[in-house]
């Protein structure tokens, strides 16, 4: 366990509220205001991307600033966080996450309509497969930049710009077909407040899935590149 579990869990907590509240915002505004699809999806991009950014300057120093389930497990099985920390982190992140939710809910006046759309409209709806295949995808990919810029300090103090730069690409490419979470905690806490949980295993399977394959393969066989 890190020496200051309470700067950890603080930390973890401020910056998976941050990242929910700024992107569920985001997409809630844009539900709410009927903004066309190709524009709502740049916007989503760049919202979570910029709060990426900040986040990993904000609070990297402290816990890494992972606000993401996914990416816990994956630094997990690549070598770079304990199992006991890693449940510590999920923690911090999912309470994060639901009260950054319940934030948005209350703002927007607890149309609850706002939060179940967010994932449930995308084009590929219910299809169990392909949900599972695109989120695991782009959380491989978004992890697999995480582990070689941050974790194995490729990027060193750009890290932060390219894991943001990471998870704004993967949402353009995403958004229209899943809404692109990447995220258990972001995926979970809008979905259970609004209403709508019916995705939820594609989305963990997916997101987990490729957060945790991305931590395997980076740290078996990545780990002692040049």
Known sequence: MPKNVLQV???????????????VSAVAYLLSSQ????AGIIVAALA?????????????????????????LGLMLGGKLNPITMLVYWAAQFVGALAAA?????????????LARQHSAAALGNDFLKIVLVEGLLTFF??????????????????????????????????????AAL???????PSLLGGDLSNLVPFFVGTFGGGGLAGFVHGTFFA???
């Open 48 to 72: 979570h991307g910029f709060a990426v950014i900040a986040l990993a300057y904000a609070f990297g120093h402290i816990s890494g600033a992972h606000a993401n389930p996914a990416v816990s």
């Open 183 to 189: 995220n258990p905690a972001r995926y979970f806490a």
């Open 142 to 179: 978004f992890v697999s930049t995480i582990y070689q810029a941050a974790g194995m300090g490729r990027a060193g103090n750009l890290a932060g710009v390219l894991i943001g730069m990471s998870l704004a690409g993967c949402i353009l490419a995403g958004g229209a077909l899943t809404g």
């Open 102 to 114: 319940a934030v948005v809910l209350y703002l927007f006046d607890n149309n609850v309509a706002l």
């Open 224 to 226: 002692k590149a040049a």
């Open 35 to 38: 903004t066309p699809s190709d």
């Open 9 to 23: 869990v603080l930390a973890e907590f401020l910056a998976t509220f941050t990242l929910v509240f700024i992107g």
